[in-house]
């Protein structure tokens, strides 16, 4: 009764890139590397269908990182000189590109990847990109000198990709906007509408996450000062509420998000986030299904899906697997609990 699916992002084995890091350099290079990248991206989708999974993806094997994947391919960019800077209002500092020309797509960016999951799962196949919102704050701008039309120009490039890979025969395009839950205001003002170009013309469906972050420490950190409520999602949900973006995500297992929340979604099919990405703790079934059961009382049955609360990139692969199986198992037992 309930899908399932993850956010996105799955640990790297150790073939491919160092361990149970954010921004994990990769182990070899050239033709190897790129082997390295399709037999991991196989992996993950193996552990997912065995997992039980209903929507697989790619586990974000093929790309560094969530956002610089993607921004690799973009012309008008300086990927060499990259300059320290803080990101997420300040909450932690990175090594960025910077933004130095107008803003161009070299070609396709997650052709190689995109095709090969296609190949491999007769699933419903979900790719995920990173949302014009977040990319910018990910990024040094010494060209457009304006936050927003720097967004729209990246939302135009997003929508190229996306159109792209729903040729590529994907059937969920999700985008990853954990800035919103950073900067609300704007995410209401323009975030939205931003993402919205980049969604423009896709009849497959679409998707965006929103989440407090993976389960780093400078997150962990930031997390402790939002006090007991975090109400973060309820100036962005009634701006997505009313866009055409099917999906939206939230955090559920152990946050403190309240539940309530999910009311401001109506129409929208929900993520419903039952993992904890910050705890290498498994959950039992029976957490999960108490935590879908709570869902359902903002959430209808055929609007909830079972997911993550964000990407299990940087944990160990060990417990990435046996979180994929916990998702499985506590949906099902859901299933039987509120058929
Ligand atoms: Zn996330």
Redesign the pocket.
Known sequence: MFTTAI??SLPKPAWLAETEKLWPQWTTQGPELQQAKADATLLWIKAQEDAGLDVIGDGEQARQHFVHGFVEQVEGIDFVNKVTMGIRNNRYDAQVPQVVAPLRLKGRVHAFEAQLARAHTKKKLKFTLPGPMTIVDTVADRFYGDKVKMAMAFAELLNQEALALQADGVDIIQF?E?AFNVYMDDAADWGVQALEIAARGLTCTTAV??????GIEANNNWKKTLGDEWRQYEKVFPALAKSSIQQV?LECMHSHVPMEMMKLLEGKDVMVGVID?ANPAIETAEEIADTIGRALQFVPKHRLIACT???LAPMSRAVAEAKLKALAEGAKLASQRYA
């Open positions: 956010a996105g990853d954990p996450h929103i989440c407090y972050g993976y995500s990405v609360n964000c990407g």
